[in-house]
């Protein structure tokens, strides 16, 4: 039986008038692949956002590695978050540094004070973080800078920098969604390899539906903030997981919080 990663517990999050999220219930086991599908707008994000404290929600539990990430203490929280890495559709690479001091910089909320160059990162950090850029491909380019690359390859060193920090979870928002199709089957099966690798709990969302299929363990479908498909990968359709897509009405169907709706 697999542990329980991360779990939300009737998690509502409002924006206003605007309900992100409605009543979520969901648990996420230890070492599993799970892809979010669902419209833009439907509360995919806010969804990930939640499970590394960036947002908190406005009702409900969310829980992370066995802790309150909602209502930790700063201390706590950077400790709990440390565990978590993100990797982000528009890679969050800083353009003007080199590839290995990006990756280094995962490290940072592990050490204390500034780092203004990569010579002040510890040996230590700058062996492993070039140990993880020959994991994902991306060795011969360390002393490059990060605005030289495609793509594909800046995407390759956002996951080196998320592992440096030895995450139990890797968060990914849309981590292909600015990739060419070639490069972005390479990123969806560097992720597989490396969460199957690292026995990580993977929670990603993404646009693609077959790609999602082919790389989940299981499928969570959100409509307007709500969880209305949950599946194991294997036993979907393409069909079924497009069926989120054909429920939802108007973009301007936005849920609104009840006691505001006009
Ligand atoms: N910071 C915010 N302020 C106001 N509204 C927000 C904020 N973040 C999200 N929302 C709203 O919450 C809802 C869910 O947004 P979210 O970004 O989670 O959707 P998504 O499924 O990730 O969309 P996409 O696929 O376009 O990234 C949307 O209606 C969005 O406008």
Do not use: W
Request: glycine share 10%; net charge positive.
């Amino acid at each position: 039986m697999r542990m329980i990663a991360a779990s939300l517990r009737g998690v509502t999050k409002d924006f206003g008038a605007v309900r992100g999220l409605d009543d979520v219930e969901l648990d996420f086991r230890s070492g599993e692949v799970t892809v979010l599908l669902g419209l833009s707008g439907s509360g995919k994000s806010t969804l990930l956002r939640h499970l590394n404290g960036l947002q908190s929600p406005t009702a409900g539990e969310v829980s992370v590695l066995g802790s309150r990430i909602d209502a930790g203490d700063g201390r706590g929280l950077r400790r709990l978050r440390r565990q978590v890495g993100f990797i982000f559709q528009h890679f969050h690479l800083v353009e003007s540094m080199s590839v290995l001091e990006n990756v280094c910089t995962g490290r940072l909320g592990a050490l204390r004070g500034p780092r203004l160059s990569l010579m002040m990162y510890p040996r230590s950090v700058r062996a492993e973080a070039m140990a993880q850029l020959e994991r994902v491909g991306m060795a011969d380019r360390a002393f490059q800078r990060a605005d030289t690359l495609s793509g594909g390859q800046k995407q390759r060193v956002a996951i080196a920098r998320a592992l440096i920090q030895r995450p139990r979870i890797l968060l990914a928002d849309e981590p292909v969604a600015s990739l060419d199709p070639v490069s972005a089957a390479e990123v969806i099966d560097l992720l597989r390899e490396i969460g199957d690798e690292q026995e990580l709990t993977v929670i990603c969302s993404l646009h693609q539906v077959r790609t999602a299929l082919d790389f989940a363990d299981r499928i969570v479908g959100l409509q307007s903030g709500r969880v209305v498909l949950d599946e194991r990968a294997a036993g979907l359709t393409a069909d079924a997981a497009f069926s989120i897509y054909d429920r939802v009405a108007q973009p301007d169907s936005l849920r609104r919080v009840p006691a505001l709706a006009g």
